[in-house]
């Protein structure tokens, strides 16, 4: 079983609204994936509003972890910043001056700051295994 951690961006108006719309794009992104995947879990694990989370955020900076997926709130595999999906390998190159951070903690920062303010943002969990093998059990 495989983790794979999202930050998704939602519209907001209610934490309710935010968790459907959160349920919705957690499949969505593993609909999209190249390979065929069953999802075994879904959850949520941190719920916050755009504004409470863009006060606290900090320029990028090196982290111990040097995995592709590295951010300063933990490996993330994608996030949906309102319009689309951004991945390690799909994100906008980062500045001149980086501060030794990688490009996707630029994305992920950027994701965060460029966030519509009332917006709320999911860390969503979901588990997956490849189709033949959610079949076999």
Same mark, same amino acid.
């Given at each position: 079983?495989?983790?794979?951690?999202?930050?998704?961006?939602?519209?907001?108006?209610?934490?309710?609204?935010?968790?459907?719309?959160?349920?919705?794009?957690?499949?969505?992104?593993?609909?999209? /994936? !190249?390979?065929? =995947?069953?999802?075994?879990? &879904?959850?949520?694990? +941190? @719920?916050? #509003?755009?504004?409470? %989370?863009?006060?606290?955020?900090? /320029? !990028?900076?090196? =982290?111990?972890?040097?995995? &592709?997926?590295?951010? +300063? @709130?933990? #490996?993330?595999?994608? %996030?949906?910043?309102?319009?689309?999906?951004?991945?390690?390998?799909?994100?906008?190159?980062?500045?001149?001056?980086?501060?030794?951070?990688?490009?996707?903690?630029?994305?992920?920062?950027?994701?965060?700051?460029?966030?519509?303010?009332?917006?709320?943002?999911?860390?969503?969990?979901?588990?997956?295994?490849?189709?033949?093998?959610?079949?076999?059990?």
């Amino acid at each position: 079983m495989t983790r794979c951690t999202l930050l998704l961006i939602t519209t907001g108006e209610s934490g309710r609204k935010a968790l459907s719309e959160g349920m919705l794009l957690a499949e969505r992104y593993v609909d999209a /994936l !190249p390979m065929d =995947l069953a999802i075994v879990e &879904s959850t949520p694990f +941190a @719920v916050a #509003p755009a504004l409470r %989370i863009q006060e606290k955020v900090s /320029l !990028p900076v090196p =982290l111990e972890d040097t995995t &592709s997926a590295a951010t +300063a @709130v933990g #490996p993330l595999q994608a %996030i949906w910043n309102g319009t689309r999906w951004l991945t390690p390998g799909s994100c906008p190159p980062k500045p001149l001056e980086d501060h030794g951070a990688t490009e996707w903690q630029w994305a992920h920062y950027h994701a965060v700051l460029s966030a519509p303010r009332d917006s709320i943002m999911l860390l969503w969990d979901i588990y997956v295994v490849p189709m033949n093998e959610k079949m076999a059990a």
